[in-house]
């Protein structure tokens, strides 16, 4: 950043994340120096621009922004057009502004201009869609899990929904790999949405959206956290009105496949359609194939007793029963 300078992005002794100031004529770690100290919400990174540094941050599943100088004192946020993702793609350190992407569930990414000085964020262009978006709109909730863990869940729908505890619902997830599900557009989504669809997507422990410690509280022996919070959030738009149980359609692919394959095993009278994709759904060999043993350390490892024993309990293919009528499913995968 700096003659001799650098920043250090880093979650050591951080789980969410703080930034540091590195000389590199004398790097040792005790002459480290805190620009943003760790905060209770997770710091996605911050970059140098106009002499000033913008700070993305990640709260309640929606970036916030802040502008502060290269100490990191605060002078003022950047106010999000809507709730959202926001990325910067063109910016220099000497440049007085720069352009930031914003992404949400129901636009396309839109670029704006962001001028420092003045703190403005003007529109600068978005790609067309062949949809009428203005008719859906997209609110975040919050809904108690198995355990009492507040946990947030959006839905995206066309403006005007009647609660009638008829409407079709697609219930998404992931909650594994400190990956978090951000606002983003999908062109797929529209086209259920303009059918009625209501599209739920459940921020489940197991992802990042709260830091380390969320994705903590859903890995391990943890696991069956994941799939609590995602069968509490159809209990949850049962019990609101907005569907039924036959309405209900789940969806994830690769570890949110493997969340398909446990909640519909575990609670089959819950949903009425399943489709897990590319799930891994053997959870006593995963290790075994391609790169699956890279995964142990976030569901881990079948060959020690009290991993082997935590993984049997949810494994898919493992707790299929005869005799039980299940959702109608879809599975579909590749070779790797």
């Known amino acids: 950043f700096d003659e001799g300078w650098v920043?250090?992005?880093?979650?050591?002794?951080?789980?969410?994340?703080?930034?540091?100031?590195?000389?590199?004529?004398?790097?040792?770690?005790?002459?480290?120096?805190?620009?943003?100290?760790?905060?209770?919400?997770?710091?996605?990174?911050a970059i140098?621009?106009?002499?000033?540094?913008?700070?993305?941050?990640?709260?309640?599943?929606?970036?916030?922004?802040?502008?502060?100088?290269p100490d990191g004192r605060?002078?003022?946020?950047?106010?999000?057009?809507?709730?959202?993702?926001?990325?910067?793609?063109?910016?220099?350190?000497?440049?007085?502004?720069?352009?930031?992407?914003?992404?949400?569930?129901?636009?396309?990414?839109?670029?704006?201009?962001?001028?420092?000085?003045?703190?403005?964020?003007?529109?600068?262009?978005?790609?067309?869609?062949?949809?009428?978006?203005?008719?859906?709109?997209?609110?975040?909730?919050?809904?108690?899990?198995?355990?009492?863990?507040r946990v947030p869940l959006t839905l995206i729908h066309r403006k005007g929904l009647e609660l009638n505890g008829d409407n079709p619902v697609l219930l998404y997830g992931y909650g594994g790999f400190n990956y978090a599900l951000m606002p983003a557009f999908s062109v797929n989504r529209i086209a259920l949405l303009e059918k009625g669809?209501?599209?739920?997507?459940?921020?489940?422990?197991?992802?990042?959206?709260?830091?380390?410690?969320?994705?903590?509280?859903?890995?391990?022996l943890n696991k069956q956290n994941v799939f609590d919070d995602f069968i509490a959030?159809?209990?949850?738009?049962?019990a609101e009105g907005y569907t039924n149980p036959g309405k209900i359609a789940i969806n994830g692919g690769s570890n949110g496949g493997l969340l398909v394959g446990a909640c519909l095993t575990q609670r089959p009278e819950l949903f009425g359609a399943a489709v897990a994709s590319m799930g891994v759904l053997d959870m006593l060999r995963y290790h075994k194939f391609t790169c699956g043993w890279g995964w142990m350390p976030e569901y881990g490892d079948p060959d020690r007793e009290e991993q082997f024993r935590n993984l049997l309990a949810y494994s898919p293919l493992h707790n299929v029963k005869a005799g039980v009528k299940y959702p109608a499913t879809l599975i579909t995968t590749a070779d790797h």
């Open 7 to 45: 920043y250090l992005w880093t979650n050591k002794n951080a789980k969410n994340y703080r930034l540091l100031k590195v000389n590199l004529a004398d790097p040792a770690e005790d002459r480290w120096v805190t620009v943003i100290p760790e905060r209770d919400y997770p710091l996605e990174g």
């Open 48 to 69: 140098p621009i106009g002499g000033k540094l913008i700070a993305f941050f990640m709260r309640d599943v929606q970036h916030r922004i802040e502008v502060m100088d």
């Open 74 to 149: 605060f002078l003022y946020p950047v106010e999000m057009p809507y709730q959202g993702t926001a990325n910067l793609v063109y910016g220099r350190k000497e440049d007085r502004d720069c352009y930031l992407v914003f992404d949400s569930y129901e636009k396309p990414a839109e670029s704006y201009h962001y001028d420092l000085d003045a703190n403005r964020l003007s529109f600068y262009r978005r790609d067309e869609v062949p949809a009428e978006l203005d008719q859906f709109t997209s609110r975040q909730l919050f809904y108690p899990s198995r355990d009492g863990t």
């Open 197 to 220: 669809f209501i599209w739920a997507v459940a921020n489940l422990r197991g992802g990042n959206e709260y830091g380390e410690s969320w994705h903590e509280q859903g890995m391990l």
């Open 233 to 238: 959030a159809a209990e949850f738009l049962i």
